[in-house]
């Protein structure tokens, strides 16, 4: 077993308290690649160091700093750009800075669909940003197939919209769904029945969910329970069943109790990119306009479906362009298990007018939770995004 970490408590003493001495020792043994260094990349970069995993690796082949890059990414200058420098390789000193625990290097790869990616063993996960449909595919193919899963997320960002994926594949263990405190309720009454009903004392709200797991202690009467086991199906705010307490086992019910949530690690199953194209699930961001998040869906698969084809984003406010946007995403549109009785097509033309530009308060707070769900996926701590996140600013 390898020898624990020390956590310097004077810069982690915050996020220590909210995490847990478990997950900050995974964190600090975990390393993380995120390829693409544009502004939503340099977001998602300086929180994983600020959070302080083992390494993090930037990797933006071929990708040269622009004046369009201007706009978002922060630790770039115009100097930068005039001297034609890699992204990647100016903002590596720069995040480095950020925080001495972490190690932050630059890759100098190719990363394309004909590039070996076996390196990518080296990493618990890997981070893609604004990469090409195709090559996510593979990447996320890659990933799901080693022995030992590598969680995969996608993020992308045009102008006014961005999106997110995560696959941490088949079978991810989360130790603590929310980090809350565990559960405690004073019971009033038991019953004796097929759903054996647990009655909090006083019409207390108990707040537990369907599926968490209780035990008891201090009941008298239906001693039995006392010590056991039982999964939660809520039945009211104040009343929960806990299955048959018919059994000679369960005596009559006298007085007293109190049900204590345990707190057990859960077991998600994620869906390939591949499979989650077609058959998405969503994260609504917005409850108001539900059918907004299936849209932009749509509209950036037809994004990435343009550039596949014209090898470039539509042109800045261009009609042409944008019809040829939403052209494709009626097509898409025919591929989804539920496809929609209609396209949004305003939303889907603002989408288009936007794609090559990059809006920076939105690439902020996406960054954060783009960063968020990588530390998620180290860690095991907290519900992960299930599987698809995509809103506007």
Known sequence: MSAEIEIDDA?????????????????ARSSVLLVGMDGLGIEIAKNIVLAGVKRLSIQDWNVAASYIDLSSQFFLTSEDVRSNRNRAEVVRPKLADLNPYVTVDFLTAPFTLESDIGYLKDYQCVILVDADITLQLRVNYFCRNQTEQIKFIAASLHGMFGSAFCDFGDAFIVSDINGEEAKEVFVADITKAQRGVVTCLENTMHRLETGDVITFREVSGMDFVNGKQFEVTVESPYAFSIGDTRGPQYETYLTGGIATQIKLPRRISFESLESQLRTPSILPTDLQ?????????????????????????????????????????????????????????????????SAQGSFPPLACALGGVVAQEGLKAVTGKFSPLMQWASDRA
């Open 289 to 353: 306009k539900m059918e907004t998040a299936a849209d932009l869906h749509l509209g950036f698969l037809a994004l990435a479906k343009f550039r596949e084809q014209f090898e470039r984003m539509p042109n800045i406010r261009c009609a042409n362009d944008a019809a040829k946007v939403i052209h494709l995403a009626g097509i898409l549109n025919l591929t989804m298990k539920e496809p929609l009785a209609e396209l949004n097509t305003a939303l889907l033309q603002q989408l288009s007018f």
């Open 11 to 27: 810069l982690y003493s915050r996020q220590r308290y909210v995490l847990g001495d478990g997950a900050m020792q995974k964190m």
